[in-house]
């Protein structure tokens, strides 16, 4: 069990997400913004994981990583992308990314890459 924070501005990825991580036996937070990541991250050092959507309006993804980064953060982050946003990931790594994947995505390879990142702490 791990606790995970899921950001993303769309209800429907936050849902199925969420689901997908609380079935595998996770503890949940999600936020729609990177903003509120970044609130949430200032209080809780409980958190072992986030899933990080790109494209977001104000912040994006990449944004609140580096901001992260900045501050001495060694979370691990899981980077959700529209393929289209694919270059975008290599500024997504050099910001500290640890892994990604394009939306539309499997909940279970998701599950699974989440499972992998955790194991290696
Ligand atoms: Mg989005």
Redesign the pocket.
């Known amino acids: 069990m791990a606790n995970i924070l899921v950001v993303?501005?769309?209800p429907d990825?936050v849902e199925l997400v969420s689901l997908k991580l609380r079935s595998s036996g996770h503890e949940v937070t999600a936020v729609g913004s990177g903003e509120a990541a970044l609130d949430t991250l200032a209080t809780r050092t409980d958190v072992d994981l986030a899933v990080v959507?790109?494209?977001?309006?104000g912040m994006t993804g990449v944004d609140l990583v580096r901001a992260l980064r900045a501050g001495g953060s060694t979370l691990k982050v899981l980077m959700?992308t529209?393929r289209s946003q694919e270059r975008d990931l290599e500024n997504g790594f050099t910001a500290g990314v640890d892994d990604y994947m394009t939306k539309p995505f499997s909940p279970r390879e998701l599950a699974a890459r989440v499972t992998s990142m955790l194991s290696r702490r």
């Open positions: 993303d501005d769309d990825i959507d790109h494209m977001m309006p959700l529209a």
